[in-house]
C-alpha cells in the first residue's frame, strides 16, 4: 500500500472484521485493533476510505441483523476522529468522501460472494481505484471480496496488516532460526493432519498436546481410557513419528498426564504416568514432568510456533500444562508466533501477549499457511503483478 498515492482516491481496503459480538457488542477487538494503522493510514493520505469484512457465516441474500457490521461500524466510531458511515446498499456505487470512512454492510449478505462471481467481484472492484488486501485472516478464501476483486480492481496490493503477517510467518518457517519447535494442540489428529505432516518435515522439535496428543499416548501402546482419541489414526501418529526422527526431528509425546472421570469444572484432578491411565480415565492436560521437559525444550528454541492448548486450560486444574508451556514461551529469547482462537484466549489468560514476537489475526489462514498452502488470496496480487 505503501507504494501507492492514495490521495484523493477511492481506496476500497478489506478487513478481517469478523470479531464475536454479543447483545449488539463486540466482545473481543482484537483484530479491529490489528486493522486500524491500515485505515488511518489511509485516511491520513487522503482517501476516501472504504472498508468491507464478512462476519459469521449468513445466509447469501439473507441480511439477518445477528450478522450486521452495526457492532463493528459503533466500535469505529468510538476508535475514529473521522464520521463513519454503514453502507447497506452499495453494489451500485458509495458516496465515499476524502478523510471519511464507509463501511460496507457484510459481504456475505452479497449473492456470489462465496462463489466469488465475476459479476459481484466487478461491481467490488467499480467501488474503488485502489483495491488494499489486508484481511489475513480470510486470505485462505477465495472469494468475491477477497480474490475477485483484486482481480478486477484497476489497481490492487497488499495492507500493512497482511504483509506482516506474511513477514512473520515467513520468518519462522522459511528460514527459521534454530531450534524450530511448533506446539500443535486441539481435540483431533484428523483436522490437523495436514498441518502435522507439513511441520513434522520442517520442525526440530513437534510437541503434540489436547486430544491430538492421546493419540500419540495410544500409538506408544498405552491405553488412553475414555480420553478423546481416534485409534483409526494411531497409525498415522506412528508414521509421524518415523517422519520427523527421518528427518532429525522428534515429537516428544507426553511421559504422564492430568486425568479426570468427567469433563466438568468441578471434577477432580489426578497426576500419573501414561502407564498408569485407567479404563474410566480421561486425559485432560499433560503431567508436570511431561511440561517441564516439553518447556525446557521451549526455553532452548530459536523459534517457536504455537497453534492450539495443550489441555482443557478453561478449567483451572486441567491448565497447569499450558500455562507451563506459555510461561516458557513469554520467557524464551525465540522468536514467537501465536495464532487461532483457543491459543489466543490461552495468552491472554496467561497474560503473556506482550512477551509473544507476533501475535496471528489468523484463524484457519494461519493454519493453512502452517501447511504450506497458498493462500489464494495473496497469490491473486501476486500474479497481477
Ligand atoms: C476466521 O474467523 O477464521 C476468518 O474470519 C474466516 O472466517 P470463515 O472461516 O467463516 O471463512
Redesign the pocket.
Known amino acids: 500500500m505503501d507504494d501507492f498515492d492514495l490521495s484523493g482516491k477511492r481506496v476500497l481496503i478489506r478487513q478481517?472484521l469478523?470479531v464475536p459480538v454479543k447483545d449488539g457488542v463486540v466482545t473481543s477487538d482484537a483484530?479491529i485493533k490489528a486493522s486500524l494503522p491500515t485505515i488511518q493510514k489511509a485516511l491520513e493520505a487522503g482517501a476516501a476510505v472504504i472498508v468491507m469484512?464478512?462476519l459469521?457465516?449468513p445466509t447469501e441474500g439473507e441480511p439477518a441483523a445477528e450478522y450486521s457490521l452495526t457492532p463493528v461500524v459503533n466500535y469505529l466510531r468510538e476508535a475514529l476522529s473521522v464520521p463513519v458511515t454503514l453502507a447497506t446498499d452499495y453494489l451500485d456505487g458509495v458516496d465515499a468522501k476524502a478523510g471519511e470512512l464507509t463501511v460496507l454492510e457484510n459481504v456475505?449478505f452479497n449473492v456470489g460472494e462465496k462463489k466469488n462471481t465475476d459479476d459481484l467481484a466487478q461491481r467490488y472492484a467499480a467501488l474503488c481505484d485502489i483495491f488494499v488486501m489486508d484481511?489475513f485472516?480470510?486470505a485462505?478464501?477465495a472469494?468475491g471480496s477477497t480474490h475477485g476483486v483484486a482481480k478486477f480492481a484497476k489497481d490492487a496490493c497488499a495492507g500493512p496488516l497482511l504483509a506482516n503477517e506474511l513477514d512473520a510467518l515467513g520468518k519462522a518457517l522459511e528460514n527459521p532460526k534454530r531450534p524450530l519447535v511448533a506446539i500443535v494442540g486441539g481435540s483431533k489428529v484428523s483436522t490437523k493432519l495436514t498441518v502435522l505432516d507439513s511441520l513434522a518435515e520442517k520442525v526440530d522439535q513437534l510437541i503434540v498436546g489436547g486430544g491430538i496428543a492421546n493419540t500419540f499416548i495410544a500409538a506408544q501402546g498405552h491405553q488412553v481410557g475414555k480420553s478423546l482419541v481416534e485409534m483409526d489414526l494411531v497409525p498415522e501418529a506412528q508414521r509421524l513419528i518415523q517422519q520427523a526422527q527421518a528427518q532429525g526431528g522428534n515429537i516428544p509425546v507426553p511421559v504422564d498426564v492430568v486425568t479426570g472421570k468427567e469433563f466438568s469444572e468441578t471434577a477432580a484432578a489426578e497426576t500419573k504416568d501414561v502407564s498408569a491411565i485407567e479404563a474410566d480415565d480421561m486425559v485432560f492436560d499433560i503431567g508436570p514432568a511431561s511440561a517441564k521437559q516439553l518447556a525446557d525444550i521451549l526455553t532452548n528454541a530459536g523459534t517457536i510456533v504455537w497453534n492450539g492448548p495443550v489441555g482443557v486450560f478453561e478449567f483451572d486444574q486441567f491448565g497447569a500444562g499450558t500455562e507451563a508451556l506459555a510461561r516458557a514461551i513469554a520467557d524464551s529469547d525465540a522468536f514467537s508466533i501465536a495464532g487461532g482462537?483457543d491459543t489466543l484466549a490461552a495468552v491472554d489468560k496467561y497474560g503473556i501477549a506482550d512477551k509473544v514476537s507476533y501475535i496471528s489475526t489468523?484463524?484457519?489462514?494461519?493454519l493453512e499457511f502452517l501447511e504450506g498452502k497458498t493462500l489464494p488470496a495473496v497469490a491473486v496480487l501476486a500474479e497481477k503483478y
Open positions: 478481517d469478523n483484530r469484512s464478512h459469521g457465516r456475505r484481511a485472516g480470510t485462505h478464501r472469494q482462537g489468523g484463524g484457519g489462514a494461519f
